[in-house]
């Protein structure tokens, strides 16, 4: 069996992490194996985060090689490009229609890349381009900390796992108070109402 | 049994509690840190933040001598500042269990060297396991503590980031319930007096002989058969990788990484026609392997600089004709993410270290700093920094630059963890000498960059108790500081003026400038706010490295430069930015309510 490869993207602050966790822990609970890797740290300060999930009967490397992700799932516009060259030709990227420019921005040396530049750089790579208005749906729900569940929604709508599974997982990793925003969100990702462009 | 994913870290604070351990210690030090944040959440071990990590090891040093199994955690440059401890505790030996769990930061996600500290296992005559996985990392833990017992020494265990920060499959098992060990008094084992401790050298040399025949046949060093035209000796995080990209090989898994096994090693070359070790940062194995005279290559295949991942295996492995093919389509779209905007961490919003690097900039000040959050000053656009070593060096830098040249003009700047860390001797040395340094204590009461923990400053133990609260101002006048002001970071011309004054004393000086955590507290301003038509873009502002600070759309009429904006989301309402502005183009936030 082919493992099953996740390449997650955020800014330190945003929840990656925490996301990851879910996906690494939805596939210990459907029967497989998985490993997570990534940084703390220094590297959470406001910095570009990156984590790899991987689901497999038997995982060794808890690190994606690149052009191996079947599923890159991006929490902010530049950070998606950033790690594009982890994703299969033809695997699925799912990105949060969020802009945070970094600093390095403030100064004319560095371009923030336009909507336009990053989609048809994934163009090229594949047809499955999900671009979600997660900040937007959880702003909608009142509660901005629940974009990363819409994200996991989004997911589940590309895969064959239930959405019991993933919400099983999802519930058990946030205050028993936030479950039902949580599974709002992950619906309101999933039902794909947030498709902003693909 | 229950299966549950943990990391590396989180597995051995599991596995020193199933182990019996009593006393758990560490200085907090990224990837180590969550280590003793999760044992301190089990209630029936005793876990604190020591001031630094020699203190550390030594109290756990002196729990396993009074017959309680310990832990000491620390990152590898921890392990510098304990090596004194680790080198006497090896002559002496242990009584109960002793565990060093030491954590390599190849690739120096957060660190200032990629030092290899295998060395130390064999520098110091002590045995070292180093698991895999997490599920390896908690068995390995029982075994380091027994082996520990077994042999009379303390055992390291050698994580990595990869190892500590990656989460696997975990089976947990029960709390092993274990007697104290009566403590015996026995100045010849410990006490390291010349005479005796020359006597305790035989004693480590012998051990070292009964450890190698252990190696032999230790069930964690194994031989897995294979194809047999590739041979891999590898372990820890490395070993993973090898499996990843050479499925088919033959492997010698090391799970102990000193001492080594000679017999092991040697039937296993002859059994492989070609034999290579695949090791993270120093051709450890290789050279011992090589120093047998058995044909084996390593670094002049993988590089030895830098962390390894799959990718630079492989590529690795391609380059040097050992695989054939393109493996996965790794370059074959690589985008060009080089131009990208980088995103290096940064000073939070609101971070009072952010008004401590302005003024210093303003003042023109060479700036000897040190490790911590604050060390994010030496980045652009502040640039703010001369000189960063390791933990407490500032002082010490600062004082030789100063004698190397009265006149010139420098500071230290020190957090408050580090302060207490290994500030306070550098700063005793100051006094005692009379030297003319100016020492600045960035004190925002908490370890900011590995996630706040408490120390000594803080008033605040790892198990949440209240305590003393050590203040770095009295403490300076204590040890016979004559200058000593405390200035808050956001008052800027106050700040100024002490560090001026501080500069021009011509005896050592402290200047403890208070701020707040933007983790643990907050400003009591709403968010800033430009005000576009008075904003012309000068740029003043960016320069203050501010991340909730921007370019807007809009371009100044006359000089057609991005006008700044504010994203309200991020500010935090420090103010900063409104000090600085020179052409007031910023509208103070409102006074926070208090919601009680």
């Given at each position: 069996?082919?493992?099953?490869?996740?390449?997650?993207?955020?800014?330190?602050?945003?929840?990656?992490?925490?996301?990851?966790?879910?996906?690494?822990?939805?596939?210990?609970?459907?029967?497989?194996?998985?490993?997570?890797?990534?940084?703390?740290?220094?590297?959470?300060?406001?910095?570009?985060?990156?984590?790899?999930?991987?689901?497999?009967?038997?995982?060794?490397?808890?690190?994606?090689?690149?052009?191996?992700?079947?599923?890159?799932?991006?929490?902010?516009?530049?950070?998606?490009?950033?790690?594009?060259?982890?994703?299969?030709?033809?695997?699925?990227?799912?990105?949060?229609?969020?802009?945070?420019?970094?600093?390095?921005?403030?100064?004319?040396?560095?371009?923030?890349?336009?909507?336009?530049?990053?989609?048809?750089?994934?163009?090229?790579?594949?047809?499955?381009?999900?671009?979600?208005?997660?900040?937007?749906?959880?702003?909608?729900?009142?509660?901005?900390?629940?974009?990363?569940?819409?994200?996991?929604?989004?997911?589940?709508?590309?895969?064959?796992?239930?959405?019991?599974?993933?919400?099983?997982?999802?519930?058990?990793?946030?205050?028993?108070?936030?479950?039902?925003?949580?599974?709002?969100?992950?619906?309101?990702?999933?039902?794909?109402?947030?498709?902003?462009?693909? | 049994?229950?299966?549950?994913?943990?990391?590396?870290?989180?597995?051995?604070?599991?596995?020193?509690?199933?182990?019996?351990?009593?006393?758990a210690t560490a200085y907090p030090?990224?990837?180590?840190t969550?280590?003793l944040q999760?044992?301190a959440?089990?209630?029936?071990?005793?876990a604190e933040w020591s001031s630094n990590?020699?203190v550390a090891?030594?109290?756990?040093?002196?729990?396993?001598?009074?017959?309680?199994?310990?832990?000491?955690a620390?990152?590898?440059?921890?392990?510098?500042?304990?090596?004194?401890?680790?080198?006497?505790?090896?002559?002496?030996?242990?009584?109960?269990?002793?565990?060093?769990?030491?954590?390599?930061?190849?690739?120096?996600?957060?660190?200032?060297?990629?030092?290899?500290?295998?060395?130390?296992?064999?520098?110091?005559?002590?045995?070292?396991?180093?698991?895999?996985?997490?599920?390896?990392?908690?068995?390995?833990?029982?075994?380091?503590?027994?082996?520990?017992?077994?042999?009379?020494?303390?055992?390291?265990?050698?994580?990595?980031?990869?190892?500590?920060?990656?989460?696997?499959?975990?089976?947990?098992?029960?709390?092993?319930?274990?007697?104290?060990?009566?403590?015996?008094?026995?100045?010849?084992?410990?006490?390291?007096?010349?005479?005796?401790?020359?006597?305790?050298?035989?004693?480590?040399?012998?051990?070292?002989?009964?450890?190698?025949?252990?190696?032999?046949?230790?069930?964690?060093?194994?031989?897995?058969?294979?194809?047999?035209?590739?041979?891999?000796?590898?372990?820890?995080?490395?070993?993973?990788?090898?499996?990843?990209?050479?499925?088919?090989?033959?492997?010698?898994?090391?799970?102990?990484?000193?001492?080594?096994?000679?017999?092991?090693?040697?039937?296993?070359?002859?059994?492989?026609?070609?034999?290579?070790?695949?090791?993270?940062?120093?051709?450890?194995?290789?050279?011992?392997?090589?120093?047998?005279?058995?044909?084996?290559?390593?670094?002049?295949?993988?590089?030895?600089?830098?962390?390894?991942?799959?990718?630079?295996?492989?590529?690795?492995?391609?380059?040097?004709?050992?695989?054939?093919?393109?493996?996965?389509?790794?370059?074959?779209?690589?985008?060009?993410?080089?131009?990208?905007?980088?995103?290096?961490?940064?000073?939070?919003?609101?971070?009072?270290?952010?008004?401590?690097?302005?003024?210093?900039?303003?003042?023109?000040?060479?700036?000897?700093?040190?490790?911590?959050?604050?060390?994010?000053?030496?980045?652009?656009?502040?640039?703010?920094?001369?000189?960063?070593?390791?933990?407490?060096?500032?002082?010490?830098?600062?004082?030789?630059?100063?004698?190397?040249?009265?006149?010139?003009?420098?500071?230290?700047?020190?957090?408050?963890s580090?302060?207490f860390h290994?500030?306070?001797?550098?700063?005793?040395?100051?006094?005692?000498?009379?030297?003319?340094?100016?020492?600045?204590?960035?004190?925002?009461?908490?370890t900011?960059?590995t996630?706040?923990q408490g120390h000594p400053?803080s008033?605040q133990t790892l198990s949440?108790?209240?305590?003393?609260?050590?203040?770095?101002?009295?403490?300076?006048?204590?040890?016979?500081?004559?200058?000593?002001?405390?200035?808050?970071?956001?008052?800027?011309?106050?700040?100024?003026?002490?560090?001026?004054?501080?500069?021009?004393?011509?005896?050592?000086?402290?200047?403890?400038?208070?701020?707040?955590?933007?983790?643990?507290?907050?400003?009591?301003?709403?968010?800033?706010?430009?005000?576009?038509?008075?904003?012309?873009?000068?740029?003043?502002?960016?320069?203050?490295?501010?991340?909730?600070?921007?370019?807007?759309?809009?371009?100044?009429?006359?000089?057609?430069?991005?006008?700044?904006?504010?994203?309200?989301?991020?500010?935090?309402?420090?103010?900063?930015?409104?000090?600085?502005?020179?052409?007031?183009?910023?509208?103070?936030?409102?006074?926070?309510?208090?919601?009680?």
């Amino acid at each position: 069996m082919n493992p099953t490869n996740f390449v997650l993207a955020g800014v330190g602050g945003q929840g990656t992490i925490l996301a990851s966790d879910v996906v690494a822990q939805t596939g210990l609970h459907i029967g497989l194996d998985a490993k997570k890797s990534e940084v703390h740290g220094m590297a959470q300060r406001g910095g570009a985060v990156i984590s790899h999930v991987r689901w497999a009967e038997n995982v060794a490397s808890p690190l994606c090689e690149k052009g191996t992700a079947d599923y890159l799932i991006a929490q902010e516009m530049l950070e998606s490009l950033r790690w594009m060259d982890f994703l299969r030709p033809g695997g699925t990227v799912i990105i949060s229609h969020q802009h945070w420019p970094p600093t390095s921005t403030v100064f004319a040396t560095a371009t923030y890349p336009s909507d336009e530049e990053i989609l048809s750089a994934y163009r090229k790579l594949t047809d499955k381009v999900l671009l979600v208005d997660a900040v937007g749906i959880a702003d909608r729900l009142n509660n901005r900390r629940v974009a990363n569940s819409v994200l996991i929604g989004a997911l589940s709508s590309v895969m064959d796992v239930s959405p019991e599974d993933w919400l099983s997982v999802l519930t058990s990793r946030v205050p028993v108070r936030h479950q039902d925003i949580n599974r709002e969100a992950f619906f309101a990702g999933r039902d794909g109402q947030w498709l902003l462009k693909s | 049994m229950e299966r549950v994913l943990m990391s590396g870290n989180e597995a051995v604070a599991r596995g020193a509690w199933e182990s019996g351990v009593e006393v758990a210690t560490a200085y907090p030090g990224t990837p180590s840190t969550e280590i003793l944040q999760n044992i301190a959440l089990y209630d029936d071990v005793y876990a604190e933040w020591s001031s630094n990590e020699k203190v550390a090891l030594d109290t756990a040093i002196g729990a396993a001598y009074a017959g309680k199994r310990a832990l000491a955690a620390m990152k590898h440059v921890g392990l510098n500042v304990a090596s004194e401890a680790l080198f006497y505790s090896s002559y002496t030996g242990v009584n109960a269990g002793l565990v060093i769990v030491n954590a390599d930061d190849p690739g120096l996600h957060s660190s200032q060297n990629e030092q290899d500290n295998r060395q130390y296992a064999r520098f110091a005559r002590v045995p070292m396991l180093e698991p895999s996985d997490s599920q390896e990392a908690k068995s390995f833990v029982k075994l380091s503590l027994e082996l520990s017992e077994q042999y009379d020494t303390p055992v390291l265990l050698r994580m990595t980031t990869r190892t500590s920060h990656s989460k696997t499959a975990v089976t947990l098992g029960e709390r092993q319930s274990l007697e104290k060990r009566p403590y015996l008094k026995d100045m010849a084992k410990y006490v390291m007096l010349p005479a005796l401790a020359r006597n305790r050298h035989d004693v480590v040399e012998a051990r070292t002989a009964q450890l190698r025949q252990l190696a032999e046949e230790i069930e964690i060093n194994r031989i897995e058969m294979g194809e047999r035209w590739l041979g891999i000796i590898s372990g820890g995080i490395a070993y993973e990788y090898a499996r990843e990209v050479f499925p088919e090989a033959s492997y010698l898994k090391l799970g102990m990484a000193w001492p080594l096994p000679e017999k092991l090693i040697r039937d296993f070359a002859a059994s492989v026609e070609r034999l290579i070790v695949v090791e993270e940062l120093d051709p450890f194995i290789e050279e011992w392997v090589r120093g047998l005279d058995i044909k084996v290559e390593g670094k002049s295949i993988f590089p030895l600089v830098d962390e390894l991942t799959p990718d630079r295996v492989r590529n690795a492995a391609l380059r040097s004709g050992l695989l054939v093919g393109n493996g996965p389509p790794t370059d074959r779209h690589q985008p060009d993410t080089d131009s990208l905007p980088l995103r290096p961490p940064v000073l939070c919003a609101g971070c009072g270290h952010r008004d401590v690097y302005w003024t210093l900039n303003k003042l023109k000040l060479t700036v000897n700093s040190d490790i911590g959050c604050y060390a994010l000053g030496a980045l652009p656009p502040l640039n703010a920094t001369d000189t960063i070593g390791a933990m407490g060096a500032s002082i010490g830098v600062a004082m030789g630059m100063r004698l190397a040249d009265l006149e010139y003009k420098n500071v230290a700047t020190i957090g408050d963890s580090t302060f207490f860390h290994s500030g306070l001797p550098a700063l005793a040395s100051a006094v005692y000498n009379r030297t003319p340094v100016t020492v600045i204590v960035l004190d925002n009461r908490t370890t900011g960059m590995t996630g706040h923990q408490g120390h000594p400053g803080s008033g605040q133990t790892l198990s949440g108790r209240r305590t003393e609260l050590i203040s770095a101002a009295e403490v300076s006048r204590a040890m016979g500081v004559r200058y000593v002001t405390e200035v808050d970071a956001r008052d800027l011309k106050g700040m100024e003026k002490a560090i001026r004054e501080a500069t021009d004393a011509g005896e050592p000086a402290v200047v403890v400038v208070r701020s707040v955590c933007m983790f643990e507290s907050q400003h009591n301003r709403e968010p800033y706010a430009v005000i576009a038509e008075d904003c012309n873009g000068c740029t003043l502002c960016f320069r203050i490295g501010c991340p909730a600070i921007t370019k807007s759309e809009e371009l100044d009429e006359k000089t057609q430069r991005p006008k700044a904006r504010i994203d309200p989301a991020m500010c935090v309402g420090c103010g900063l930015c409104f000090d600085v502005c020179a052409r007031q183009a910023i509208e103070e936030g409102a006074e926070k309510v208090l919601v009680t």
